[in-house]
């Protein structure tokens, strides 16, 4: 699939998730290349349509284009809820397990998602998987004993990348923190595995959503198609 035709099914997403926001919702704006789309046609939506929401962002990249809309953006700890969060995802199998933070925002969207009522991803085909793992799970850790974090994942066999920008310095987070990439190319226990990441000292989050998500609309060339996750 060439980059032309994944655009459009994440448009398709995006503008079918779009439907979801109601007037006088709270609702919380992932990050990415879908949510893009997202956004676009809320942006839309708010000028054609009248519609007014309140929005709570995953990034400031995302913030600046809603703004740019003139939808109004709230700090999180100024919302008593979030009624729905749409987002997108790296990866997400049979088992709504879900990989995010390519972006290298999954701090701020995890932080987000668990705090809101309904949980929805848009994705293209290409991101819905059988096993997670294929792509490069994030693992956000602070920048002191950085190497020390690696050092330990090394020692697990989890092939651990600390990601660099286009200049070979270190990425950075929203918080200013590293991002570690692990190239596990399958994870057959995710369960057990986010346990081990989070309670390793250093790690602030790590990029595994497991059965948290409601739905997900899946970009698909016959038209948008929706998963609902009976588990939740």
Not at 13 to 29: D, F, Q, R, S, V
Not at 151 to 160: I, L, S, T, V
């Amino acid at each position: 699939m060439d980059k032309a035709q994944q655009d459009a099914l994440k448009k398709a997403a995006g503008i079918e998730a779009a439907k979801l926001i109601e007037n006088g919702m709270i609702a919380g704006l992932g990050t990415g290349s879908t949510v893009r789309f997202l956004v676009d046609e809320l942006g839309r939506r708010v000028k054609e349509e009248g519609l007014e929401f309140t929005g709570v962002t995953t990034s400031r990249r995302t913030q600046e284009q809603a703004e740019g809309y003139g939808i109004r953006i709230v700090n999180i700890d100024d919302v008593d809820h979030i009624d729905v969060t749409i987002d997108g995802a790296d990866e997400v199998d049979k088992n709504f397990n879900g990989i995010k933070g390519g972006g290298a925002a999954l701090l701020w969207e995890k932080i987000v998602a668990t705090n809101s009522n309904k949980i929805v991803w848009i994705v293209d085909e290409s991101k819905v998987v059988d096993t997670i793992g294929k792509f490069p799970l994030p693992v956000e850790v602070i920048p002191f004993g950085a190497g020390q974090v690696v050092r330990r994942f090394e020692a697990k066999g989890y092939k651990p990348v600390l990601r660099l920008d286009s200049e070979g310095e270190p990425v950075r987070t929203d918080e200013n923190n590293y991002v570690v990439d692990l190239h596990l190319e399958r994870i057959e226990h995710p369960e057990d595995l986010a346990e081990d990441l989070i309670t390793t000292v250093g790690v602030v989050e790590h990029g595994l959503f497991l059965n948290m998500v409601d739905q997900v609309i899946v970009g698909d060339p016959n038209g948008p198609r929706v998963l609902t996750n009976a588990n939740k």
